[in-house]
């Protein structure tokens, strides 16, 4: 009654090689057997540690994209145009103060 159930991994997993330098690699087996860990379950754990990291970093430089634009919209909106208007001071040909004088 002892049944094994085979598990399809083809479509779950996807072998990976790569090159590696020979010190690297001898220090990575080292430590992972003195972790008591597989290689492949050390890599894995790197691997997600790594886009989680970078995921977290990538949210932070678009948030600091999105701050910095609305800075730089502030100061780039198109400022109102302030007409500068001449004071009203009268000139001397607005009031013929030599007249309204001899009125008084």
Same mark, same amino acid.
């Given at each position: 009654?002892?049944? !094994?159930? /085979?598990? =399809? ?8 090689? +790569?090159?590696?330098?020979? &010190?690297?690699?001898?220090? +990575? =087996?080292?430590?992972? *057997? ?14 997600? !540690? &790594? ?8 949210? %932070? =430089?678009?948030?600091? /994209?999105? /701050? +910095? %634009?609305?800075? *730089?919209? %502030?100061?780039?909106?198109? *400022?109102?145009?302030? %007409? ?11 009031? =013929?103060?030599?007249?309204?004088? *001899?009125?008084?």
């Amino acid at each position: 009654m002892n049944q !094994t159930h /085979s598990v =399809d991994l083809s479509n779950n997993h996807k072998l990976i090689n +790569f090159n590696v330098p020979n &010190y690297l690699i001898n220090n +990575f =087996d080292n430590l992972v *057997k003195f972790k008591r860990v597989s290689r492949t379950s050390m890599l894995v754990r790197l691997i997600e !540690t &790594y886009i989680r990291e970078e995921l977290l970093q990538m949210k %932070k =430089d678009n948030e600091l /994209s999105e /701050s +910095f %634009k609305k800075i *730089k919209d %502030k100061f780039d909106k198109p *400022k109102t145009v302030i %007409k500068k208007e001449e004071p009203m001071i009268p000139h001397s040909t607005d009031i =013929d103060w030599e007249d309204r004088l *001899k009125n008084l």
